[in-house]
């Protein structure tokens, strides 16, 4: 498996095929595995390199960890493989992590696609939706949330589990510890300030029925990025790449193509 080291803490990467490089960041608590729809269609045109980030898939889970690690971490990864000129993709989480990349090496990113995405956040997504609905989810338990949160979060669901269980069976699972540390790293985190550094075209993508990381959130960032496009897909929730594959694909080949 391809590794590298940063701070002393391992990181596994995917690295396929050959052409322009379009890096992949994962959403929280998944990793790599989830893009097997994106790396099937994109590898015969272009060099795809997929990084677990820390405290995920096969990477290494250390006790405590911020959205900045995963940002540097994304960053060494360039200097690693040095690629001067890269095109990004980042869902949910990952969409956090390509803005920091962005906004801190904006001569090195040539194309941006946000998708779910937010630019700031007192808490994690997770809590503050629990909290927008605390009546319906008083006195359930932590699982029984989580379940039952998944209504507001996508429009799809029977497509979505379905894409999580072929992404689970490729890469480890990780415990309620380690969702729970890797939650913790997203909470009070303010990307606002450094997204006019972005020269990258960027592409934010939002499901109209997420209500994790809504629309309006998306928009925002969007309207922070001086070269910044907002599209909403009408059928989805926090995976429109999921729940609407071939717009998905379709849009983001468009757009990411010269």
């Known amino acids: 498996m391809p590794i590298f080291t940063r701070n002393d803490v391992s990181l596994y990467y995917e690295d396929i095929g050959s052409g322009q490089p379009l890096l992949l960041f994962h959403g929280l608590t998944s990793s790599s595995a989830m ?8 590898r015969t045109k272009r060099r795809i390199i997929a990084l677990d980030s820390r405290g995920h898939g096969h990477s290494a889970k250390p006790d405590s960890y911020t959205l900045d690690d995963h940002i540097e971490d994304a960053a060494a990864l360039m200097d690693h493989l040095q690629l ?8 949910s989480m990952g969409s956090y ?5 962005a906004a801190r090496r904006p001569e090195r990113v040539r194309k ?9 956040g007192a808490q994690s997504s ?3 939706l629990l909290d927008r609905h605390a009546d319906e989810f008083n006195g359930l338990s932590i699982h029984d949330k989580l379940d039952k949160a998944q209504e507001y979060i996508f429009h799809r669901l029977t497509a ?3 894409s999580q269980e072929k992404a689970a069976r490729n890469s480890p699972q990780l415990s309620m510890e380690q969702q729970g540390i890797a939650s913790n790293a997203l909470e009070r985190f303010d990307l606002r300030p450094e997204l ?5 075209e960027t592409l934010v993508i939002s499901g109209r029925h997420d209500e994790l990381n809504p629309p309006d959130k998306g928009r925002e960032t969007a309207q922070l990025i001086p070269n910044a496009s907002f599209m909403e897909f009408k059928r989805s929730g926090h995976a429109p790449n999921v729940e609407q594959p071939r717009l998905f694909l379709g849009i983001a080949e468009n757009f990411l193509d010269d």
């Open 35 to 42: 893009f097997h729809r994106e790396i099937n269609f994109f």
């Open 84 to 91: 001067e000129s890269v095109d990004v993709l980042g869902i």
């Open 97 to 101: 992590i390509a803005q920091g990349v």
């Open 112 to 120: 941006l696609l946000l998708v779910a995405t937010k630019s700031f």
């Open 126 to 128: 997770m809590a503050e």
């Open 160 to 162: 979505v589990k379905k």
């Open 196 to 200: 006019p550094a972005i020269s990258a």
